[in-house]
Every structure is written in structure tokens, then in C-alpha cells.
């Protein structure tokens, strides 16, 4: 039933999300969270890998193993706004949450250091990426600055 909603509503990932990264080897960070569904509301456990600025999360870590594996997620924390924890709110003990303009998902790690290791480590990442894309933007910026003839 899961996966025939994914596929109807467009959650399935696209092979460009995740073209060219190989999340089986060395990653940033990985291991098992909890997450709640998007559309129905249950909690799944599920493995997930933080590599090259995107959180993927498979079924279990034989999923991940291998270079044909294929994710069941993808989120590029480029397009992520906030990470924090989330106990208050969901009124689950190492909850913690991710933001995006659209959407905010709810994860539950095994237990508090774990849940501030992920928070840190998609932090990091976020500011990684973001910061990356920012500087983009000042280079043409001065690019189109410099090209631009006086007035």
C-alpha cells in the first residue's frame, strides 16, 4: 500500500536525486531512526545514510549496501530551513524534526546522544550546502557586476 502511494503522490525518488553519490561507502553519517510516514502517520524504523549534502533512508542496511541499491527517500538539505529537536511537540523522547518549505519530518533516534549526533550532522550539512549555494550567487553576482558597463 506504501509503495502504490508513494508512486501515485510522486515520493519516489528519481535516480537524478541521488546520480553520482555513492551513500554505500564512507559516510558522513548513518544508522537507524524512526520516522514518521508523510501521509499516513505511522512510525517506520529505517536506516539512514547522510552523504553529499542529501539524507537518503532504505529499508534496512543490506538496502544500502550496494552500488545498485536504491534509495526509498531522498532529502537534499540544501532545501532544508531548520533541524531541533522535537520532544515538546511530538511528546516522544528523542524526537527531533526537519524543515523544508513545503514539509516537516518527524524522526525519533534511539536515544538522546543519537538524536544530537543527527541534529549536528544535518546541521553541519545544511550550512554546508546552503553556504555553498550562497557563494555561488556572490561570484555571479560579481561576475555580472564586472561585465556590466558604467552607466
Known amino acids: 500500500m506504501e509503495n502504490l502511494w508513494r508512486s501515485a503522490t510522486g515520493q519516489d525518488p528519481s535516480p537524478e536525486d541521488y546520480k553520482g553519490i555513492e551513500f554505500w561507502s564512507n559516510p558522513e553519517r548513518s544508522g537507524w531512526l524512526t520516522k514518521q510516514g508523510d501521509y499516513i502517520k505511522t512510525w517506520r524504523r529505517r536506516w539512514f545514510v547522510l552523504k553529499q549534502g542529501k539524507l537518503f533512508w532504505f529499508k534496512d542496511p543490506a538496502d544500502a549496501a550496494t552500488s545498485s541499491a536504491t534509495p526509498r527517500g531522498v532529502i537534499s538539505v540544501a532545501n532544508c530551513l531548520t533541524v531541533k529537536g522535537a520532544e515538546d511537540l511530538l511528546h516522544k523522547p528523542s524526537a527531533f524534526e526537519l524543515s523544508t518549505p513545503h514539509s516537516t519530518m518527524f524522526f ?39 561585465n556590466t558597463p558604467p552607466a
Open 108 to 146: 525519533l533516534a534511539d536515544s538522546d546522544k543519537d538524536k544530537e549526533d543527527w541534529i549536528n550532522s544535518i546541521g553541519r550539512a545544511i550550512v554546508q550546502h546552503s553556504r555553498s549555494l550562497a557563494d555561488n550567487e556572490v561570484l555571479d553576482y560579481d561576475n555580472t557586476a564586472r
